[in-house]
């Protein structure tokens, strides 16, 4: 390949939730769809991607319970499907796959301090093809902000993903990201 072909994802989510006393429910469906243009290969044609093509559905549902104002240890589960738009790849492995995850984790809202939420679990996506295996491990998340003091802000924000693949006998990978961010407000109108 000459260069890597363009990759479109767009998202939505909706969600709700309510709070009962201190127990904290909520429930957020979501979408994700990835979308692949042409690879240019290195004599200068080019070959179609769209069997990578799918579209992810998830439904996750989280019960908290508020120990204090500023802690709230949850557990999640999260039950979805991936669709490919073709039903076989060109290998003809069928690749679309049910999603299982369960996590457990706590937010914190520490006045200015600290504010986010962390999480360990599992998850596991479960391929419909029987020759492929199934594609599951560890699941870290973290969305945390901290503020050491006035006008800097650290952020640490963390996920983990199954990353599909049309590479013949192989079900895919789990990918581990994660992001730090430090800001530091110098004056009124200038954040380093």
Known sequence: VD???LRHTIDGSLGL?????????SATGSVSRQQYGDATLID????????????LATLRLRAGYAV???LT??????????FYDQ???????ERS???LAARAGVMVDIE?????????????????????????????????NWSPQRGTNVRLDGSTTIEGTTDAGDSGSILYAGTLRVERQIRANLTA
């Open 3 to 5: 260069d890597r072909p």
């Open 17 to 25: 939730s309510k709070d009962l006393g201190k127990l904290r429910l």
């Open 44 to 55: 200068g044609t080019s070959l179609s991607q769209e069997e990578r093509n799918s579209t």
């Open 68 to 70: 204090s104002p500023a």
């Open 73 to 82: 240890p949850f557990i999640e589960g999260e039950f979805g499907r991936r």
């Open 87 to 93: 039903k076989q790849d060109s290998a003809g492995y």
């Open 97 to 99: 796959a049910k999603r």
């Open 112 to 144: 200015e301090k600290l504010a986010g939420e962390a999480s360990i679990g599992w998850i596991t996506e479960d391929l419909d093809d029987e020759r492929l295996d199934t594609v599951s491990g560890l699941a870290l998340a973290a969305a945390l």
